[in-house]
C-alpha cells in the first residue's frame, strides 16, 4: 500500500486515497473516533498533498479555484519517488542492532488515553480498553501523531522531542469541504523558501531516505518535505494476520496491530534546550504558532487545563507583541493571507494536547469563524478577543475586593480562581458564537455585541458567588465592593 496512490483515509464513504479527495467533488468526512487523530490526518494530509502538489502560490490558487484533474495528479506524482510512502517504509527507520527497544501498546498513541499510571490522565477521554487494536492503515496517522503532536515526556526516559517541540498548539485553516481543507493547508513552495531561509545546500529528502549524521539538526540544513515529516524515533509496527475492527477508525481488516516499538533519536532540533543552546534554530513548521523570546524560539502550547483557545486568537490570526514576547501566526495563517486569493468560506481550527509534565490533562480542539479576508479584516477578531480579555481583567479586579478581610489566602484565592475559571470556560461559546457574525456585521455592532454578552456572563458568575456568601458578612461586604468595581467598569 502507497499513501500517495491507494486508498488507506477512513472516511464515511469507506476507506479512500489522497487522490480520490483532491481529484473529485465528492464531500468526503473524516471517520475516526478520536478529534486527535482527526487533526493529525489532516496535518498529515496536507503535507502529503505538498508532496505530490509542490505549488507556486499561483498553482495553489487555481487548484482552489478550478479544481485538480486525475490526469493533473498522476502527472505530478511521476515526479515524485514514491517508494518511500511505501507503507511497510513510510516514516520507519530500522533499529541498530545495539538499541534498547521500549515497546508499549497502540493505547500510547492516542495521548487523552493514558495507560499507565499518571493520577491526573488516566481515561481522561476513554477507557484504555477502548484502544487496544487498530488496522495497519490506521497506523500511519499515529506514527505521524507520535512524531509532530504527541510530548516526549508521555514516555519518560524513552522519550524524544520532535521537530515542533512537545506539546504544540497546531492551526489549521478549515475550508468548506474536506478537499479544500487539504488545500488550503498545502505548503507553497516558492513563499516557503521565501520565509524559511534556508541553505543553499538543504536536504529536502526525507529522513527515512537519508537518516540523519549530526547531533544537531540545523534548520537551514532541513528542507521542506524533510521537516514535514520529520522524526525523532525509529519505530515499527507489529502486524499480525488476524482479523479486527480497528478501534481507531471501526473499519474491519484482514491484519491488526496492538503494540509498537521504537528508540528515540539522539540528536537535537532547535525545538530543545541543547538544540538552542548548539545553535540549531527554529526550523518554520507550517502549522506551529510560535513564541519568539530573547533565548530562542519556542512552540505555542496551551497553558494549563483552565486555558481557552479564545485567549490566544488574535496572536494565532495576527500575532502579538510585549515586552519580552513576540508571537508569531503558523506559516500556514500567513501564507492564507499573503498568498491566496479566493473567496471561500472558512474557519480556523485550534487543536492540541494540554499537557501537564508527562501526563496530558486536556485536549483543545476548536473551530472559529474568519473574515473572508483575513488581511482586511482581522481587526474584528482583535476587538472580540479584547472585549474578552477586557472583562476578565475587571471581574478579576472585582474580585480582589475579598482578599482585605482578614480570611485565609487560599480560601478567598480558590473562590476567585473557580469563579474566572467559569468565565473563561462560558466566554469560549460565547466568543465562538459571536464570531459566526464577523463578515455580516459592522465591526462597531460586533464589538459592542462582544461587550454585552461578556458582561452579562461575567456579572451573572459575580451575583452567584454573592449569593452562595450573602450570611457571611466579612465577605457579602467585600463582594457588595467588588460588584460597584464591576458595574463601574460597565459605566
Not at 491507494?6 to 479512500?16: A, H, L, Q
Not at 514576547?325 to 480556523?348: E, G, R, Y
Not at 456585521?441 to 464589538?447: P, T, V
Request: neutral net charge; glycine residues 8%; proline residues 3%.
Amino acid at each position: 500500500m502507497n499513501l500517495l496512490k491507494d486508498p488507506f483515509i477512513s472516511t464515511t464513504d469507506g476507506k479512500v486515497s489522497l487522490k480520490d479527495i483532491l481529484t473529485s467533488n465528492k464531500d468526503y468526512q473524516l471517520q475516526y473516533f478520536f478529534d486527535e487523530t482527526q487533526l493529525a490526518m489532516l496535518q498529515m494530509l496536507s503535507s502529503l498533498s505538498t508532496v505530490v502538489l509542490k505549488p507556486t502560490a499561483k498553482e495553489l490558487n487555481y487548484y482552489l479555484s478550478d479544481g485538480l484533474s486525475a490526469e493533473k495528479y498522476d502527472e505530478l506524482l511521476e515526479k515524485v519517488d514514491s517508494k518511500w510512502f511505501e507503507s511497510e517504509r513510510f516514516m520507519r527507520l530500522a533499529f541498530s542492532s545495539k538499541a534498547k527497544v521500549a515497546d508499549a501498546p497502540i493505547t500510547k498513541l492516542v495521548s487523552g488515553i493514558e495507560c499507565g499510571g499518571s493520577a491526573n490522565a488516566l481515561g481522561l477521554f476513554s477507557e484504555s480498553s477502548k484502544v487496544s487494536v487498530c488496522c495497519p492503515d490506521c497506523t500511519h496517522v499515529l506514527n505521524y501523531n507520535l512524531h509532530m503532536n504527541i510530548k516526549g515526556e508521555c514516555f519518560g526516559p524513552t522519550g524524544a522531542t520532535g521537530i515542533r517541540g512537545g506539546g504544540s498548539i497546531s492551526t489549521l485553516i478549515s475550508g468548506e469541504n474536506l478537499k479544500s481543507t487539504i488545500l488550503l493547508n498545502t505548503i507553497c513552495v516558492d513563499y516557503f523558501n521565501e520565509q524559511a531561509h534556508l541553505d543553499d545546500d538543504s536536504e529536502s529528502r526525507v529522513m527515512w531516505d537519508c537518516p540523519p549524521i549530526s547531533d544537531i539538526y540545523s534548520a537551514p540544513k532541513i528542507g521542506l518535505e524533510r521537516g514535514l515529516f520529520a522524526l525523532a524515533y525509529y519505530i515499527d509496527f507489529s502486524v499480525s494476520n488476524k482479523q479486527c475492527t480497528c478501534d481507531i477508525c471501526g473499519h474491519t481488516a484482514e491484519q491488526s496491530v496492538t503494540t509498537f516499538q521504537r528508540v528515540k533519536f539522539s540528536g537535537a532540533y532547535g525545538s530543545t534546550k541543547k538544540g538552542r543552546d548548539s545553535g540549531a534554530g527554529w526550523w518554520l513548521h507550517p502549522y506551529t504558532p510560535r513564541s519568539v523570546k530573547e533565548d530562542g524560539v519556542y512552540a505555542v502550547c496551551a497553558r494549563d487545563q483552565n486555558w481557552q483557545s479564545w485567549q490566544e486568537l488574535t496572536s494565532y490570526v495576527i500575532g502579538k507583541d510585549t515586552d519580552k514576547t513576540s508571537v508569531k501566526p503558523a506559516f500556514i495563517i500567513n501564507q492564507f493571507q499573503n498568498k491566496l486569493s479566493i473567496d471561500l468560506s472558512l474557519n480556523l481550527l485550534v487543536g492540541g494536547n494540554i499537557a501537564d509534565q508527562g501526563s496530558i490533562a486536556g485536549r483543545v480542539y476548536d473551530l472559529y469563524a474568519m473574515p473572508s479576508s483575513l488581511s482586511k479584516n482581522n481587526a474584528r477578531i482583535s476587538l472580540v478577543i479584547d472585549a474578552g480579555l477586557a472583562q476578565k481583567e475587571r471581574l478579576s479586579l472585582a474580585f480582589n475586593k475579598i482578599f482585605g478581610v482578614g480570611y485565609d489566602k487560599n480560601f478567598v484565592g480558590g473562590i476567585k480562581s473557580q469563579a474566572i475559571q467559569k468565565f473563561t470556560s462560558n466566554a469560549q461559546q460565547i466568543i465562538q458564537q459571536i464570531l459566526l457574525d464577523v463578515d455580516r456585521k459592522e465591526s462597531g455592532f460586533l464589538r459592542k455585541e462582544a461587550i454585552e454578552a461578556l458582561n452579562k456572563e461575567a456579572q451573572s458568575i459575580f451575583k452567584s458567588v454573592q449569593r452562595k456568601y450573602q450570611h457571611d458578612l466579612p465577605l457579602f461586604k467585600a463582594l457588595v465592593k467588588g460588584e460597584y468595581v464591576l458595574y463601574k467598569a460597565d459605566n
